[in-house]
């Protein structure tokens, strides 16, 4: 099978998970990397065996004519550089957030297929092993025929620090919106992909550290149209007592009318039957880069459906899905009520969901 070709543009900070998990990928070869300064942008193309480096996004792509992107710069560059790369046909993997607003957001997606450019959100978590693994026992019926939940505690103890995230992503400190649009949005399309669409949310979100301006605590409960309920608690001020906070994020618990799936901070699995003793599942994961390797994963499965001509599982437009979500979490947040009957098709022209 012949190799894609491939550019990145942004080569910040997270930048080294995604040069590490395209220089395994046997089928691609990526020339060139770009970034707004000239000593960043050669830097990483000498880190990592990168032919060329750039400044200008445009001449990087009318240059190497590339057959893919890989965009790892902040949301309000997005817009501009997936309608730059859609202008010329070149299929997209976008870093989320996707957009500053979920407006944007629906414009990026709409450019691009407007111009029948194929474009996957780089939303990486679902491509977590152990949530392969929990997806793959649910579909066995390892835990019943019907879920009845899901629940995940998530403490990073990242954000209790008067100088909190200036060390690794300083722009934390100023988003109006933090904990649920950069952490949670993760959750979210997460539990999507496990137990199914989500119709209905009630959110209750906090600010714990003074020294910054967007929430760092979320408490959201969940109504998916199946049925099944959910809750997602998370803060990134307290800490967790795992060795690697980053590597599953928390621990989780799935439940279904034969039993439950658990998921520890160490990436173990347990399966208890009811009324059987617990048990573990026997699975593989790599503890490499970010958070169990899913880096790796979400681009593989991107090159893998380009050269296989199929779906990617966060397009554009799948992902607004999970971007309706993080929407009506604000919204009941600020309401104080729940938010029901959430899709896209009923988003409104202010980017706000009707209830």
Known sequence: MSKKKGVLVGAGYFSQFHFDAWSRLDNVDLVAVCDASEDVAGQAAKQYAIANHYTDFAEMLDREQPDFVDIVTGPDSHLSLVTQA???????????????????????????EASGSRLMVHENFRFQRWHREIRRQIDCGAIGDRLHGISFRCRMGDGWQPDAYLGRQPYFRTMPRLMVFETGVHFIDTFRYLVGEINGVYASLNRWNPDIVGEDAATIMFEFESGASGVWDGNRFNETNAENPRLTFGEAVVEGNGGSIRLDATGRLTLQRLGEPEQAIDYEFQDHAFAGDCVYHTQKHFID????????????????KSLAVVEAVYQSAQSRVPVRGIGIEIANTDGEVNT
């Open 86 to 112: 859609a202008q010329r046909g070149i299929a997209i993997i976008c870093q989320k957030a996707l957009a500053p607003t979920f407006e944007e957001a629906k414009e990026i997606v709409e450019v691009a």
């Open 305 to 320: 459906s380009l050269q296989e001509e199929r779906e990617f599982e966060t397009s554009g437009r799948e992902y607004l």
